[in-house]
């Protein structure tokens, strides 16, 4: 008989579920792969990686390793979402009532991240304004 593992589950967990769980309710494209690509655009490369890489780095490098940056969730879910570790996130999360408002928060967090963010870069003058 086999051993089966213990997860730990949190809160990406519950990320990648919900919009697994609404994807599967709704019959739509959405997956839990392509939240996080979302999340991590929207909250990390957009309003991080871009102004500081371009700060930095030579423009040309900062482009070439854009899409390894981006290639990031995708990885971290081939990884972390085997089938035993799939079957334990839906027993813990399986009674998970609206997980379309579960979504939308999600991305609306993560674009109200980026906003501030950006706020906070104009503020501290990371961005500087234009000079007419």
């Known amino acids: ?78 990884l972390r979402y085997t089938p035993e570790r799939r079957k334990a996130i839906a027993l813990h999360y399986g009674k998970l009532r609206h997980p379309g408002r579960e979504v939308a928060l999600i991305i609306l967090i993560s674009i109200l991240l980026t906003a501030a963010s950006f706020a906070l870069m104009f503020h501290l003058d990371f961005i500087h304004r234009i000079a007419n």
């Not at 809160?11 to 609404?22: K, P």
């Not at 494209?29 to 102004?51: A, E, M």
């Open 1 to 78: 008989m086999k051993k089966q593992k213990k997860y730990r589950c949190c809160f990406l967990d519950r990320i990648w579920y919900a919009a697994e769980s609404w994807s599967r309710n709704v019959h739509n494209n959405l997956s839990g792969s392509t939240l996080f690509f979302f999340c991590w655009l929207w909250i990390v490369v957009i309003p991080v990686y871009i102004p500081i890489a371009l700060h930095y780095l030579h423009w040309l490098i900062a482009v070439i390793a854009l899409p390894f940056v981006c290639l990031i969730p995708s990885l971290l879910c081939k």
